[in-house]
């Protein structure tokens, strides 16, 4: 069965480290044509890509975000971690880990399969 | 990173009409666009990849179009269940963006 589903903290204080965990299953993160990012959306407004690690291992990062984000990879345990450092109270939202499939070509690439994802509020 | 800029930006229709929502990139993406619809307090769900290609169960009623810097998604003719927010969104670049979303209204 196809899952991704995130995992975290529900509750982070100002200046935080968050760290959530995005559990796979039925897929490899070691398939070329598989990558897997973290998306967030705050209560009410749009999506916004944060984070993404390729099969090579590989990573991208938000240009606004970047110094704050790290992800990584346990391809054993299909698992991707993503932090965000400096967390404030702007950063609640809920987080969306999703996983991004290349056609058999690699000439398209989409977010095929999303985790139901996991709100996180930021509030001292 | 590449700007998705979508408009307009809610829109309200009613059951049957024919709707079109359009998506902009800051700089030529090819046809690297997809389309998702998202519900409340779901996950959003894949339409479209590659400008024009819908996805698997998707019904034939969606469709998009587009190259370069200019896409749209089109209903031909709305269903209850299609009353949700829409998103574009590139893989142009491996900094993926999204567009701000249209929310579809019932008239």
């Known amino acids: 069965q196809l899952t991704l589903k995130e995992s975290g903290p529900v509750l982070v204080k100002p200046t935080d480290t968050l760290t959530l965990t995005c559990t796979v299953s039925?897929?490899?993160?070691?398939?070329?044509?598989?990558?897997v990012s973290w998306i967030r959306q705050p209560p009410g407004k749009a999506l916004e890509w944060l984070a993404h690690?390729?099969?090579?291992?590989?990573?991208s990062f938000s240009s606004s975000l970047q110094s704050r984000l790290s992800i990584s990879r346990d391809t054993s345990r299909g698992q991707v971690v993503l932090t965000m450092t400096n967390m404030d109270p702007v950063d609640t939202a809920t987080y969306f880990c999703?996983?991004?499939?290349?056609?058999?070509?690699?000439?398209?690439?989409?977010?095929?399969?999303w985790g139901r994802g996991t709100l996180v509020t930021v509030s001292s | 990173d590449i700007q998705m800029t979508q408009f307009p930006s809610s829109l309200s229709a009613s059951v049957g009409d024919r709707v079109t929502i359009s998506c902009r990139a800051s700089?030529?993406?090819?046809?690297?666009l997809s389309w998702y619809v998202q519900e409340p307090g779901e996950a959003p769900k894949l339409l479209i990849y590659?400008?024009?290609t819908l996805q698997s169960g998707v019904p034939s009623r969606f469709s998009g179009s587009g190259s370069g810097t200019d896409f749209t998604l089109t209903i031909s003719s709305l269903q209850p269940e299609d009353f949700a927010t829409y998103y574009c969104?590139?893989?142009?670049?491996?900094?993926?963006?999204f567009g701000q979303g249209t929310k579809l209204e019932i008239k």
């Open positions: 969104q590139q893989s142009y670049s491996t900094r993926f963006t």
């Open positions: 999703a996983r991004l499939k290349g056609s058999a070509t690699y000439d398209s690439w989409y977010f095929d399969l």
């Open positions: 690690i390729f099969s090579s291992n590989e990573k």
């Open positions: 039925g897929f490899s993160l070691n398939d070329p044509r598989m990558g």
């Open positions: 590659s400008a024009s």
């Open positions: 700089q030529s993406i090819d046809n690297f």
